[in-house]
């Protein structure tokens, strides 16, 4: 079907295997076919500017969209010549952060934007600098402008209260400007980009290909090594690598280690957010043990840096692998106990029960991924719908609640907690005997890839372009908590502020993740009225 | 069971926070700590330095004292252990220690510094002797007087010796 379609727009195809598609199209086809892909159930999932210069080409843009039915990413290459491309946001709203990031970086233009306004770059940045193109220095400093913040109107008929810059729990830079009118929310905007680190510009312009993942799983404090493979699945992709069979398992069970860890921690905060410290200590005590297996296989608590090009740099030896497992089990039962006795208390879940709500059409409409969709209703695991790694030969289930409130997305992740044990055991006793990395490959240049991994918060995906000297061209990664922020203005709205801090925790936001570089919603977004309002100030 | 089954849990647990820093912590067999590197077996080829991505260890060349110098920084150190994995002579391996915290500055580098030998032809110092060693033990016989020489020098005798070869089959 999908081709069908895009031979319906002239698109012309450059590259193809299972999982994904590169296809070119001219630039007058790109919004007809990027409405008619958005209808047939593709989503935005990355959207990439590209300074193609380097490579004997022009700018160029790449649209990546993802489809759960047809278990495919289709990456749309525009080129131009004259920085002018039609926008396509009119059409998938998703792709607003993509093109407006593209502005920032490149100095791309898109015609028929509906709001073309900085979102990376600070106010103090000069004009007609672009510190993606290629020939801008990756340590260079523009000279300083001075800073002119932009005046918001004091609304009179709404009552301001700021919520930030650090959020109470996660300590994090964010900041919510909720509107009340007495004790329940009225409205809510996101600003961010306080941390935008410029990662890409330091992979292309300082590392080597097998220096990145090192800096890619940096991206994140917690669901960092998520990221690392993540890239190297791109790499691998562009390449046409195949890891190693083991290497696959070893992937999967440090993965799985990390969705533990990222779970536990996340409902020991959220129950420390609702006051209930001995949940709290009770989950952080058996997510220490966690931490204890990751050293004991990685040599670092946080699973980070095990990970290159070719493969695992880490095999798993037999004898650690039974006192693992033996861990494992015994971690597996203290959660469900402790978690009876959790759930067992009433107070609590009425405490949580009922309050931010996120509707599944409008989770469905801001893109959402992850937990958070699972919680809403959406059935979507990058996991089972594009599988990576070893997971198409384990067996789990994706859980699915449709209530959409804070209870649902705990119950979303107890279940999940409970999942990665059942991988993990499954994976450990699976896992075939051979090598864990290939050492012998060439990396051909200018070659498109594509890697997507499930985090614990859901969807990231890294797209490269490969270069010369064991350098990538472009990097672009996307982390999930980009889909999820545009959710929670909703999710407060008619809340009480009481309920605002474990509302915003609930969706596990990563704000480092996030604004590290910008990026999408999938979906679409609904824009008129007083829902509009609100998400069209996210990102700003 | 609710509330009860926590405490009950918890009187049972005890307490599970380590007595560090009054009890010493148990460490598994391969943790990533603080690098090291064995001056005595450092032969200064600089692969270390190569891989390392957060440019931690930085290699700075003498010309005129003749030195070359492997400055590791633990300040930036990311304890991937990737120095070790490419170390031909396994000069650098990564300890368990852990506790990292120093008085000043100068005290979170460790500097190797080596001897370089003067090429035979231009009297320019360009290798460390060790590396030279190290190589020479691999070389076939013929080929160790080339080791004298620096690059530049060695392209120069390699194109000569060309030459003459070519004239001769000529």
Redesign the interface.
């Known amino acids: 079907m999908v081709d069908k379609i895009l031979a319906e727009y002239g698109a012309v195809v450059l590259d193809r295997n299972a999982k994904r598609l590169v296809v070119q199209v001219d630039d007058k086809q790109l919004r007809p076919l990027a409405e008619k892909l958005f209808e047939s159930g593709f989503y935005y999932a990355n959207g990439v500017g590209v300074d193609e210069r380097g490579l004997g080409h022009d700018f160029a843009m790449y649209h990546v969209f993802a489809s759960e039915k047809d278990k495919l990413y289709l990456v749309v290459k525009v080129s131009t010549s004259n920085l002018k491309l039609p926008s396509i946001t009119p059409v998938i709203p998703g792709s607003n952060w993509a093109e407006r990031e593209a502005m920032d970086m490149l100095g791309l233009e898109f015609e028929g934007h509906p709001e073309p306004e900085r979102l990376i770059l600070p106010d103090d940045w000069p004009k007609g600098v672009y510190p993606l193109r290629k020939e801008f220095d990756y340590n260079e400093r523009p000279e300083f402008v001075e800073r002119k913040p932009e005046s918001t109107p004091q609304r009179t008929d709404v009552v301001q209260l700021p919520l930030g810059p650090y959020h109470p729990a996660l300590h994090e830079p964010e900041y919510f400007e909720i509107h009340v009118d007495g004790e329940v929310i009225t409205d809510a905007k996101y600003r961010g980009f306080h941390i935008h680190r410029g990662m890409e510009k330091l992979a292309e312009g300082r590392l080597t290909l097998n220096q990145v993942p090192f800096l890619a799983e940096r991206i994140c404090g917690i669901c960092g090594f998520t990221h690392s493979i993540a890239y190297c699945q791109a790499v691998a992709d562009a390449a046409g690598l195949d890891w190693p069979e083991r290497a696959k398992y070893i992937g999967v069970i440090l993965l799985e280690i990390e969705r533990l860890h990222s779970h536990l921690l996340w409902v020991g905060v959220v129950f420390h957010l609702l006051g209930f410290d001995s949940g709290f200590m009770h989950m952080w005590r058996i997510r220490e043990k966690v931490m204890d297996i990751a050293e004991a296989l990685t040599g670092n608590r946080k699973t980070y840096g095990l990970v290159l090009i070719g493969g695992m740099r880490r095999d798993i030896d037999e004898s650690r692998k039974n006192w693992v497992l033996k861990t494992l089990t015994e971690l597996r039962e203290e959660t469900e106990r402790v978690s009876k006795d959790i759930f067992g208390m009433k107070e609590l879940i009425n405490r949580i029960k009922g309050i931010g709500v996120l509707p599944k059409e409008d989770a469905r409409a801001l893109g959402v991924l992850g937990p958070v969709a699972r919680a809403s209703g959406i059935d979507t695991d990058v996991r089972r719908d594009h599988p990576y790694l070893a997971y198409d030969k384990l067996d789990f289930k994706v859980p699915v609640y449709p209530e959409g409130d804070v209870l649902a997305r705990l119950l979303v992740r107890y279940d999940e907690i409970i999942e990665s044990f059942r991988l993990l055991e499954q994976a450990l006793s699976e896992m075939p005997q051979g090598d864990v990395m290939i050492e012998d490959y060439t990396i051909p240049s200018g070659r498109v890839g594509l890697g997507a991994t499930e985090a614990p918060r859901g969807e990231d995906v890294h797209f490269v372009i490969t270069g010369v000297e064991s350098k990538v061209y472009r990097w672009h990664p996307r982390a999930p908590t980009y889909n999820n922020l545009p959710s929670v203005p909703i999710m407060l709205r008619g809340n009480n502020i009481a309920d605002a801090p474990i509302i915003i925790a609930s969706i596990d936001p990563c704000f480092s993740c996030t604004d590290h570089v910008a990026i999408v919603r999938k979906g679409k977004v609904i824009w008129k009225g007083p829902l509009g309002e609100g998400v069209k100030q996210v990102g700003r | 069971?609710?509330?009860f089954?926590?405490?009950f849990?918890?009187i049972a647990?005890g307490r599970?926070t380590e007595k560090y820093p009054f009890a010493p912590i148990e460490?598994?067999e391969?943790?990533?700590g603080k690098p090291e590197i064995d001056p005595e077996k450092c032969i200064g080829c600089g692969a270390c330095a190569t891989?390392c991505?957060?440019s931690a260890i930085q290699i700075h060349v003498d010309e005129e004292q003749g030195y070359k110098t492997i400055d590791l920084f633990l300040g930036r150190c990311?304890?991937?252990?990737?120095c070790e994995?490419v170390c031909p002579a396994e000069a650098i391996r990564?300890t368990k220690e852990f506790e990292l915290a120093a008085a000043s500055e100068e005290d979170l580098h460790q500097v190797v510094k080596l001897k370089m030998a003067k090429c035979a032809g231009c009297g320019r110092p360009f290798d460390t002797v060790r590396h030279l060693q190290f190589i020479a033990e691999k070389l076939p016989e013929e080929q160790k007087p080339m080791l004298a020489l620096c690059p530049d020098c060695r392209a120069k005798l390699a194109s000569k010796i060309l030459t003459v070869a070519a004239r001769r089959h000529r």
């Open positions: 069971m609710g509330r089954g926590l405490i849990k918890s647990k599970v460490l598994p391969g943790f990533r891989v991505p957060p990311i304890f991937c252990a990737r994995e990564l």
